[in-house]
C-alpha cells in the first residue's frame, strides 16, 4: 500500500557524537532558563557581548533560523550554522481536508491521525498482522481510525479510566452513524470545491467546511444521545472490562476496544496475557500483533520500543513521542526502573545528562518566539520572568533555579499588555498575599525593564 510517506534519513553514531559534543560546548546557555533571564542576569553573564551587539543587530527573525553569513561575529555564525546542521531533517506538507469521519478533532489531530493510520495500516499488511495494541491511546481517535477505516483489530491502553470512557462513548456514537459517514466523506470529496488557505501541519488554520461538516455529524448524532448513556456500573473504575455493544451492521469486528492499565515494562511478560485476559478475548496473545502510540507522552514512547524488543508476539512498532520534558534520567529513577534518557549505548557509556530546562527546550516550537507579537507568547515569557523578580524580591523565594513545580502558573487568562492583572492572577494561583506588591510598583517594575525586552526575545531565539 502507497502511504505518500517517506521515512527520515537515519541518525548515525557521528551524528549523536556531533550533537552531544555540542550540547556540552553550550551546556550554559541551554540549561539558562528563560523565566531566570532577569533574576539571574543571563543577557550579561551567559551572552557575551559580541554576541549581544550582532543579536540586537539581527532584525529578521528568520536569520535565527536560516543565518546569513555576512555581518555575524564569527563565534555566532558558527553556533548557528552547526545548529542547523545538527538539526534532524524536517519534512512539511499540508493536511489533509478534515473528513466527516474525523469530527471531534482539529484539523491538526485529524491529519496526524490519517497520516499515522496509512503508516500503520501498510506496516500490518506488509507483515500479515491483524492485531494492534495502541499504548498511551488516550480519546481513541487514532484506535477508532484503524478499526473503523482499515479493518483491524485494536486495543487501546491508556492508565487514565477517564480517557477509556470518553474513548467508549465516543466509540459507539460513531459505529451507530459509520456507514453514513463513509459515504458523507466519499460525498465531500466529490462535491465541495476548495480554495481557501491550506492547512499546514504545524499550524490551526481550519478549513471554512469544517463547522459545516460537525453540524450534520451532529444533527445525525441527535437521535443516538439517549442510547449511548452509559450505566454507573459499566463507568470503568481501574479496568474497563465491558466489551462495546456493536453487532449492528457488522461493527462488532471492525470497533476497538478501550482498555484502562498501567503498563509495567519491567512485567513485559504478563503485557498480552493481561490484555487477553480484560479483553474478553478480543485480542488474542497467541496471534502476532504490532504495537504503536501516537503523542506517547514521555518515557512511554521509550517503553513501547522496549516492549517491542522483548517481546516476541510484537513483530512491528510504529511510536511519535512528545513532551521530552516529562522523560526522566536517572536521578529521576528508582532501582528498579530504567530512565527515558538517554537510550543510545553510546550517551550512556559517556554518562550523558541533559537535565529538565533542556528537555524542556527540545520540545519547543522552532517558530514560537520569532516574532515579538505572535500570539502573546513573547509578552507572556516577558511577564513570567519579571514575575520571577517579585517572588525573589517580595516573597523571598529561593529555589528560583530550579524548574519548581510550586511556581507553575501556565495558562492565565488576562488582558493583553495587563501586566497587574498578570500579576494578580499569578499570586492567586500561588496562593500569595497580592496585597504585599501595589500597583504602582508594579508599573515601576514593568517600565524599569520594558527596554530589555527585545533582550529577552534574541535570548529566546538563540
Request: hydrophobic share 35%.
Amino acid at each position: 500500500m502507497e502511504t505518500g510517506i517517506t521515512c527520515a534519513q537515519t541518525v548515525t553514531l557521528q551524528q549523536v557524537k556531533d550533537l552531544f559534543a555540542f550540547v556540552l560546548r553550550y551546556k550554559n546557555l541551554i540549561n539558562a532558563r528563560a523565566v531566570n533571564f532577569f533574576t539571574e542576569d543571563h543577557w550579561e553573564k551567559v551572552i557575551n557581548k559580541k554576541w549581544q551587539d550582532n543579536l540586537l543587530s539581527m532584525e529578521d527573525p528568520n536569520d535565527f533560523i536560516f543565518p546569513k553569513s555576512s555581518g555575524l561575529n564569527g563565534s555566532l555564525e558558527e553556533f548557528l550554522y552547526t545548529a542547523k546542521q545538527l538539526r534532524l531533517p524536517v519534512t512539511s506538507g499540508q493536511c489533509h481536508r478534515k473528513t466527516a469521519s474525523a469530527f471531534g478533532m482539529n484539523p491538526k489531530k485529524a491529519h496526524e491521525v490519517e497520516e499515522a493510520s496509512q503508516l500503520i495500516s501498510s506496516l500490518a499488511v506488509r507483515h500479515g498482522l491483524k492485531q494492534v495494541l495502541d499504548l498511551g491511546s488516550g480519546k481513541g481517535y487514532l484506535s477508532e481510525h484503524l478499526a473503523l477505516k482499515y479493518g483491524l483489530a485494536v486495543v487501546g491502553v491508556d492508565s487514565q479510566s477517564s480517557n477509556t470512557h470518553g474513548a467508549h462513548c465516543r466509540n459507539m456514537k460513531v459505529c451507530k452513524v459509520w456507514q453514513s459517514i463513509s459515504k458523507q466523506d466519499h460525498q465531500i470529496t466529490h462535491m465541495l470545491a476548495y480554495d481557501g488557505p491550506t492547512i499546514q501541519a504545524a499550524g490551526h488554520c481550519k478549513d471554512p467546511e469544517d463547522s459545516r461538516l460537525d453540524l450534520v455529524l451532529d444533527e445525525k448524532l441527535q437521535g443516538n444521545k439517549t442510547d449511548i448513556v452509559l450505566s454507573e456500573a459499566s463507568v470503568p473504575a481501574s479496568i474497563d472490562c465491558s466489551l462495546p455493544t456493536l453487532d449492528q451492521e457488522g461493527a462488532r469486528e471492525r470497533s476497538f476496544f478501550p482498555l484502562t492499565m498501567t503498563v509495567d515494562v519491567s512485567s513485559a511478560s504478563e503485557l498480552l496475557p493481561f490484555v487477553e485476559k480484560h479483553s474478553n478475548g478480543y485480542f488474542q496473545q497467541s496471534q502476532p500483533c504490532m504495537i504503536i502510540g501516537l503523542h506517547t507522552c514521555g518515557d512511554l514512547a521509550v517503553n513501547i520500543l522496549r516492549l517491542f524488543c522483548d517481546i516476541d508476539a510484537i513483530k512491528a512498532v510504529c511510536v511519535v513521542g512528545c513532551c521530552y520534558n516529562y522523560c526522566t534520567e536517572n536521578e529521576d529513577c528508582t532501582e528498579d526502573s530504567k530512565p527515558g534518557f538517554p537510550v543510545s549505548a553510546y550517551l550512556r557509556s559517556v554518562g550523558a545528562h541533559l537535565g529538565r530546562t533542556a528537555r524542556l527546550l527540545a520540545g519547543q516550537n522552532l517558530y514560537k518566539f520569532s516574532d515579538a507579537t505572535k500570539d502573546n507568547a513573547m509578552e507572556s515569557l516577558f511577564f513570567r520572568a519579571l514575575l520571577q523578580l517579585i517572588l525573589r524580591d517580595t516573597f523571598g523565594a529561593t529555589d528560583l533555579t530550579n524548574s519548581s513545580k510550586d511556581y507553575c502558573v501556565s495558562k492565565l487568562k488576562y488582558s493583553r499588555g495587563d501586566f497587574c492583572s498578570y500579576v494578580k492572577q499569578a499570586l492567586t494561583k500561588l496562593k500569595l498575599d497580592g496585597s504585599k506588591i501595589t500597583g504602582e510598583e508594579l508599573h515601576l517594575l514593568l517600565a524599569e525593564h520594558s527596554l530589555k525586552m527585545v533582550c529577552l526575545q534574541k535570548f529566546v531565539q538563540v
